[in-house]
C-alpha cells in the first residue's frame, strides 16, 4: 500500500531550500503571446493552450524545426501555438468552428499529427464554445482559484479531478499577472507524469516499485488516486520548503526534463541524490502508466 512519507518531504524540502527555485513568467516571445496584447487575446491563449497540453509523444515523437530551431513536445505545442496566435488562432468564435483542416497549423508538424489530434480539435471546439457562453475568456474568475475552478470545469478539457490543467492555467495566469488569486491555500502542484516519477524515485510517495515497472496500465480511479497522493506530498514539500507550489512545479519542470529524466536519470548532477529512494536502491521506475487520457 502506498503512503506518503513524511520525513522524506521533510529533507527533500531541506534541499530544495538550497537550490534557489525561482518562478518564471512565461514571457519568452516564441512560446507565449507579448503582454500588452488585450487581455481576451492572452487568456484566450492560455486557456486554450492549457486545453491541449497533455502527452504529446505516444507512438512517436511529437518534435520538429520551426523557423530554424529544434523543438520537442510541449516546446514544440506553445511554439505553433505562439505562430497561430499571430495569425488570430485563439478567438473564442473561431474555436467554437474550428475544422481539422485548421487545426494542422497548431497540431502538426512536417505533415504529421499530434497522436490524439481529433481529440484535441473536439477540446478546443468546446473551449470556444463555452467561452462564448460566457461573454469571452476575459470573464473567466482571476482573483479566486476556487471560483477559476469551478467556472473551468465546465470545459470538457478541464474536467480532471485532480485539476492538472486548471492549475497549471492558474500558475501561467498568476506568473503573467493576468489574475490576482486571493486564495493562496487553493493552489498545487499541477500533477503529471513527470512530477509523479519524480515524487516516486524520490520516495515523498513510498510504493511498491515491482509495481511501477510492471508496465501495466493503471485504470482512471487507480490513476486518479494516485495523483491525488503525489499532489498531496508535493503540498507537504512545498509546505517545508515555503515555497509557492507554482515556484515548486516551475522547478520540478525543468528537473524532470534535465536532471530526473524518464531514462537514464543524471543522478551524479542531482542535488537530491544523497536523499533519494531510487539512487540509494539503484532502480529508477517510471512513472505509473495512465495513457488513454487527455487530462495531463
Ligand atoms: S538521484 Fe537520480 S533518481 Fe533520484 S531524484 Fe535525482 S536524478 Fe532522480
Redesign the pocket.
Known amino acids: 500500500m502506498e503512503v506518503i512519507d513524511v520525513d522524506k518531504a521533510e529533507a527533500v524540502a531541506n534541499v530544495l531550500k538550497t537550490v534557489g527555485v525561482k518562478r518564471d513568467n512565461y514571457l519568452d516571445p516564441r512560446l507565449y503571446p507579448p503582454p500588452d496584447d488585450p487581455l481576451e487575446d492572452q487568456i484566450g491563449y492560455f486557456v486554450a493552450m492549457t486545453a491541449i497540453d497533455h502527452r504529446t509523444s505516444l507512438w512517436e515523437p511529437f518534435e520538429g524545426v520551426v523557423e530554424g530551431e529544434f523543438f520537442h513536445g510541449a516546446d514544440l505545442l506553445y511554439r505553433l501555438g505562439r505562430l497561430a496566435y499571430g495569425r488570430g488562432f485563439f478567438k473564442a468564435d473561431k474555436l467554437a468552428q474550428l475544422r481539422p483542416d485548421e487545426a494542422d497549423v497548431l497540431l502538426s508538424i512536417n505533415g504529421k499529427r499530434v497522436w490524439d489530434f481529433h481529440t484535441r480539435v473536439l477540446l478546443l471546439r468546446d473551449v470556444g464554445k463555452k467561452a462564448l457562453r460566457i461573454g469571452g475568456f476575459a470573464n473567466i474568475p482571476r482573483d479566486s482559484l476556487k471560483k477559476l475552478k469551478e467556472t473551468i470545469k465546465q470545459m470538457r478539457a478541464y474536467e480532471d479531478p485532480v485539476e492538472k490543467k486548471v492549475l497549471l492555467l492558474a500558475k501561467f495566469l498568476d506568473g503573467r499577472r493576468l489574475a490576482d488569486f486571493k486564495d493562496i491555500e487553493e493552489a498545487d502542484v499541477p500533477v503529471d507524469n513527470h512530477v509523479s516519477r519524480?515524487a516516486y524515485?524520490?520516495g515523498i510517495v513510498d510504493l511498491n516499485y515491482d509495481f511501477l515497472e510492471s508496465g501495466v496500465e493503471t485504470t482512471r480511479e487507480e490513476d486518479i488516486r494516485l495523483r491525488e497522493l503525489v499532489k498531496t506530498a508535493w503540498r507537504i514539500v512545498a509546505k517545508f520548503a515555503d515555497l509557492h507550489p507554482f515556484a515548486l512545479d516551475d522547478y520540478l519542470w525543468n528537473f524532470g526534463r534535465r536532471?530526473?529524466t524518464r531514462e537514464n536519470?543524471?543522478?551524479d548532477a542531482?542535488p537530491?541524490?544523497d536523499v533519494?529512494k531510487?539512487?540509494s536502491l539503484r532502480r529508477?521506475p517510471p512513472e505509473h502508466l495512465h495513457l488513454a487520457t487527455w487530462y495531463y
Request: one cysteine or more; a positive charge.
Open positions: 519524480i524515485r524520490l536532471i530526473c536519470p543524471k543522478c542531482c537530491f541524490k533519494c531510487a539512487h529508477y
